[in-house]
């Protein structure tokens, strides 16, 4: 097993997962992955939600490098390519997510995008076997399993968490988003991680840079220690059908 595996352990004391969680390294030099063990490469191209996908359901190592990514969005929000004109006049989203061009040119806007240049690939891999040093941690969970984290991070901090999404490249939210900002993300998977990367109806995503992992684990602890665990425990309460069925039959039985 890997160097991380005593901090998945802790993860999913807290969460009990159904998938692995994913970190995530933004490569600079490709020659880097020639140290990276256990890296299996895919002989076709690929978007990269679902080199996250290979990661979290069969936990394997797997890298992609901007050649590779077939993710016009992921392309341009990770820095493997400048953005371009018909990017920045709202092409990408016109007549499909946007009526028109000034709300297209928004949605571009928004977007969370590393400086073109700086990385040239990415690689991911099941956190717990994995002996390289993540940039962030991806988690696939249920509303109840990301609203823990989300309790986590706030047992220090208090507030709130405020969430910004467009719904669709999720992976500005998630790794771009969080490269820039260091911080806490949450975000609804996009329409290609369904597609090709088998997110669930389900799935919320939690982004969590490799900085502040163990100060949500913490936190998790200590709320749990609090009485707000996960799974959530049910009040148990008397089923009063059964009760009155139950009275029924008892009074059959003496007739």
């Known amino acids: 097993m890997g160097k991380w595996e005593d901090l998945e352990i802790r993860l999913n004391k807290y969460l009990r997962l159904s ?17 990276v063990k256990f890296l299996k490469k895919s002989e076709n191209k690929l978007a990269v939600c679902q080199l996250f996908s290979y990661a979290r359901y069969y936990g394997w190592t797997m890298a992609c490098d901007k050649e590779d990514n077939l993710c016009p969005l992921a392309e341009i929000s990770l820095g ?13 989203f016109l007549g499909r997510y946007n009526e028109t061009k000034d709300a297209a040119k928004k ?14 690939g990415i690689l991911s891999g099941a956190f717990g076997r994995v002996e390289f040093d993540p940039d962030i941690i991806l988690i696939w969970g249920n509303s109840a399993q990301i609203m823990r984290i989300i ?16 719904c669709d490249g999720v992976c500005a939210d998630t790794i771009s988003n969080a490269i820039l900002t260091g911080d806490l993300q949450i975000a609804f998977p996009c329409l290609g991680d369904r597609r090709f990367g088998m997110a669930l109806d389900t799935d919320l995503i939690a982004s969590i840079p490799m900085g502040i992992v163990n100060e949500i684990i913490e936190g998790m602890e200590k709320t749990h220690k609090a009485g707000t665990r996960y ?24 007739n």
């Open 151 to 166: 309790q986590g991070y706030l047992w220090k901090r208090g507030g709130r968490v405020s969430m910004s999404t467009f």
């Open 80 to 92: 493997f390519e400048e953005s371009n004109r018909l990017f920045e006049e709202g092409a990408y």
């Open 107 to 120: 949605t571009t806007a928004s977007m969370p995008k590393i400086p073109f240049g700086k990385y040239n």
């Open 19 to 35: 998938t692995f969680p994913v970190a995530v390294k933004l490569i600079e030099d490709l020659k880097d992955l020639e140290n």
């Open 231 to 254: 799974p959530i425990p049910y009040q148990i309460s008397t089923p009063e059908f059964f009760l009155k069925l139950k009275k029924q039959l008892d009074k059959a039985k003496k």
